[in-house]
């Protein structure tokens, strides 16, 4: 499904009644059913003074990386460098944390509230380079959203 009929779900998603976790738990399940190669989709929230990122809600397969440091893995590189991070093939990645060996392709973009990286959107894809810049720029946009979730 196009990234342009994906924005107005998100907005209503996160314009809805539900609790915050709910939005976000939404928003993960949207992504994961209607783009073919999101095959994990979750988010990851930054805890600053301890240097970890925290598991939040996601959809996919279970994994053990609840909490990972800062710098480990595509993650903490991201709550590092505050870029995004798009890795075409994890094999070839030094620093990667492998959650499944059908993992072959990851995405993290992070999420800015007033400037601050407060966590990332994290996907896993079970295909070799399938994100392109349209995914960044989707990706960008719907953390821009779930920003507003963190204004309350």
């Known amino acids: 499904m196009p990234f342009e009929n994906l924005k107005p779900q998100i ?11 709910e ?22 929230f930054a805890n600053h003074e301890a240097k970890t990122l ?5 959809v996919g397969a279970e994994t053990d990386h609840t909490v990972i440091p800062f710098g480990k ?18 094999s070839a ?15 993290v973009v992070p999420l800015f509230v007033n400037g601050i ?6 996907i896993d894809s ?8 349209a995914d960044e720029r989707f990706l960008e946009f719907v953390n821009e959203q779930v920003a507003t979730l963190f204004f309350e």
């Open 11 to 21: 907005i209503s998603i996160v314009n809805s009644p539900l609790t915050r976790d």
């Open 23 to 44: 939005k976000l738990k939404n928003i993960c399940q949207l992504l994961q059913d209607n783009i073919s190669y999101y095959n994990w989709v979750g988010f990851y």
């Open 54 to 58: 925290h598991l939040g809600p996601y």
């Open 73 to 90: 893995g595509i993650c903490g590189q991201v709550a590092e460098s505050n870029a995004n991070f798009v890795v075409p093939d994890v």
């Open 93 to 107: 990645q030094d620093n990667y944390i492998a959650c499944s060996f059908t993992v072959k392709s990851e995405i």
């Open 117 to 122: 990286n407060i966590g990332q959107i994290d």
């Open 126 to 133: 079970h295909v070799i380079d399938p994100f392109t810049e």
